[in-house]
């Protein structure tokens, strides 16, 4: 499968008065053309950032400091602002996770659907009214033309959901970044928009990243996942790896917090104890260490490489090492003069 993007050791730091916060620590990542990769982790774990990044939407005290951002061969990282207002949009169109605060509260609706068709697609007002409908009609919002003419503040969350996707598709883009397209609707519409996203990824070809926090989302739509924590990926693989043979603890810990449907038995979910690293001084090994109960010497000391699995799983975890079974002191030290 061609690559239509790769993030090859991608960093991205914020400045602040207290210090620098290291909140994307040498990512790297692919996505191949019409799939689906989830990323999930918990909050702060530095996945919207990466997207962010992706986008070239960070805050002004925000700066990529390393890596690659290949878009169909293109390193989005060397572009100017100009040069991005013509993919963001176009090529790539991203779902935000609060669409209160994403959407225009003096703009209607058609007008900020509208403004990307005659920005990116030359078309006129006419023809781009008329598309903007369609495209609210394609994501299950009734009454289109009516709708059209409404406020943000006129919709209600779910259908709030809905014109931010629209939004994200009316320029048929190749990616559809969604973070967090579910937080914060009911079961029900939560349920239609994924549904809604599946439905455009088969009938349009479009490479989608989803970003959650939830593995029940990306179980039923992505093909690949990557788990994040503390700025880093610390597993990927395909669906099925990451549910069924899992390698890393801190995926485990994210499983066992996940109600099990299919387990008869009542046994209390059990949650990740501690707390996040702090990115202001990030470990010098693996960011998981302080909240893992299989943690060695070498843990504390040195962060891991992503161990391969097989050919597709790749995990970040010393337990990974043919010599950490073992469990000696030993093993610190081959490690690191073999």
Same mark, same amino acid.
């Given at each position: $499968? ?5 993030? +090859? ?16 620590? &040498? ?6 053309? &019409? ?14 950032? =990466?997207? $962010?990044?992706?986008?070239? !939407? ?5 700066? /990529? ?22 993919? #963001? ?10 669409? $209160? ?12 659907? /509208? ?20 495209? !609210? ?9 009516? #709708? ?20 994200? /598709?009316?320029? +048929? ?14 079961? =029900? /519409? ?13 009938? !349009? ?20 996942? +990557? ?11 395909? =669906? #099925? ?49 302080? #909240? ?47």
């Amino acid at each position: $499968m061609d690559n239509l993007l790769t993030i +090859n050791n991608l960093r991205t730091s914020f400045f602040t008065h207290v210090g620098e916060v290291k909140a994307v620590r &040498g990512v790297s990542l692919h996505l191949g053309k &019409g799939e689906a990769l989830g990323i999930v982790g918990e909050s702060g774990s530095g996945k919207s950032i =990466t997207m $962010m990044s992706l986008m070239r !939407l960070l805050e002004e005290n925000g700066k /990529i400091l390393e890596g690659q951002v290949l878009f169909e061969g293109k390193d989005l990282t060397k572009l100017g602002e100009k040069e991005m207002q013509k993919i #963001r949009g176009n090529d790539i169109g991203m779902i935000f996770q609060d669409p $209160m605060t994403s959407l225009n509260p003096v703009y209607t609706i058609g007008a900020q659907l /509208i403004e990307p068709l005659i920005k990116h697609k030359n078309m006129s007002k006419k023809d781009a009214f008329n598309t903007a409908v369609k495209m !609210l009609q394609l994501v299950g919002i009734p009454g289109a033309e009516k #709708r059209m003419k409404q406020y943000p503040h006129e919709f209600s969350g779910g259908m709030r959901q809905r014109a931010m996707i629209a939004m994200a /598709i009316v320029c +048929n883009p190749k990616l559809i970044i969604a973070d967090e397209p579910t937080t914060a609707l009911d079961v =029900t /519409i939560q349920a239609q928009i994924l549904e809604l996203m599946k439905d455009l990824k088969d009938k !349009l070809n479009t490479s989608i990243i989803l970003i959650t926090h939830d593995l029940g989302v990306v179980a039923d739509m992505c093909a690949r996942i +990557n788990v994040m924590y503390g700025g880093m990926v610390v597993e990927s693989g395909s =669906t #099925r790896d990451i549910f069924y043979n899992p390698k890393h603890p801190y995926t485990w810990g994210l499983l066992k917090s996940v109600p099990n449907p299919k387990n008869i038995s009542k046994e209390r979910l059990k949650p990740i104890d501690g707390q996040p690293p702090d990115l202001l001084k990030p470990p010098a090994g693996c960011p998981f260490t302080d #909240r893992c109960e299989y943690a060695m010497k070498i843990c504390k000391s040195n962060l891991p490489p992503m161990f391969d699995i097989n050919d597709e799983h790749k995990a970040a975890c010393w337990l990974n090492h043919s010599l950490a079974l073992s469990l000696d002191t030993k093993v610190e030290e081959v490690v690191f003069n073999e």
